[in-house]
């Protein structure tokens, strides 16, 4: 492994981790789920770029829930007693919104878009 490659993986565990809010907030805007099929449906939702275990996305519920950005509700389940099903509050909701307003779209502006296809096509060397 080169150091590039040491480095790219730091940033993208950084990176990773600080983006969890934001797939566990849009998983959770697309369905009520469970806490246990969380991981699963997360990795599903990022096409396999974001994996966390159980424990991190209970710490993150818990937390979100104590904020008022989710409630939970029983709801059946086909293999023992019913299970927490958690939803986004309207509160969740509009955070997950302006937080994709401000650091996800920015990545559609045009002077944005165009630095990063630079990058892409060119290595970011400007052939200097």
């Given at each position: 492994?080169?150091?590039?490659?040491?480095?790219?993986?730091?940033?993208?565990?950084?990176?990773?981790?600080?983006?969890?809010?934001?797939?566990?907030?849009?998983?959770?805007?697309?369905?009520?789920?469970?806490?246990?099929?969380?991981?699963?449906?997360?990795?599903?939702?990022?096409?396999?770029?974001?994996?966390?275990?159980?424990?991190?996305n209970?710490?993150?519920?818990?937390?979100?829930?104590?904020?008022?950005?989710?409630?939970?509700?029983?709801?059946?389940?086909?293999l023992?007693?019913?299970?927490?099903?958690?939803?986004?509050?309207?509160?969740?909701?509009?955070?997950?919104?302006?937080?994709?307003?401000?650091?996800?779209?920015?990545?559609?502006?045009?002077?944005?878009?165009?630095?990063?296809?630079?990058?892409?096509?060119?290595?970011?060397?400007?052939?200097?």
């Open positions: 492994m080169t150091e590039l490659d040491r480095l790219l993986e730091n940033w993208e565990s950084v990176y990773k981790k600080g983006l969890l809010t934001f797939w566990l907030l849009l998983l959770l805007d697309e369905k009520p789920c469970y806490p246990y099929e969380m991981s699963a449906e997360v990795m599903r939702l990022s096409e396999g770029t974001i994996s966390a275990d159980d424990n991190s209970y710490r993150a519920i818990n937390r979100f829930e104590d904020m008022g950005l989710v409630v939970s509700q029983s709801g059946e389940s086909k023992g007693p019913p299970r927490k099903y958690y939803r986004l509050t309207d509160d969740g909701r509009e955070l997950l919104r302006r937080f994709i307003e401000r650091n996800i779209l920015i990545f559609q502006h045009p002077a944005v878009a165009e630095h990063i296809q630079h990058v892409l096509q060119n290595g970011g060397n400007d052939g200097q």
